[in-house]
């Protein structure tokens, strides 16, 4: 996943997070970027969508490549959030901007595509 966000915390850097749940938004994998956002500033965020992924995390027990398959491939909510510790005690309204919002497939599954879309072709032709 990979999206830009700003804010306008005053003094405040903030750390987003995004949650992938299924349609009925239980259960679900949370992922966190370890960027800080400062303010006013429009900062790439990109979430690796992998068990690997030190910083995905599942919504219950310890969770695992079934997990994974469960929700990943029944995404029905996809939520970005900050931690909003960093502004305990901040006096003022803070404004969220979010735009380009990307699911991007890892290269191997785009060699996978490419790869399908070669033989697809190919039968065609034949």
Known sequence: LSFWVRHDATDVSLTFFARFSTPDNFPAWSGVSFTPVQANTWTQIVIPISL???????????????????????????????????????????TFDLDHVELVPAPGVLALCGLAGLVRQRRRTH
């Open 52 to 94: 690997s992924n030190p910083g995905l995390f599942y919504e219950g027990p310890p969770g695992g490549q079934t997990e994974f398959d469960n929700v990943f491939s029944n995404i029905g909510h996809l939520q970005i959030g900050v931690f909003g510790g960093d502004l305990a005690g901040v006096d003022q309204n803070v």
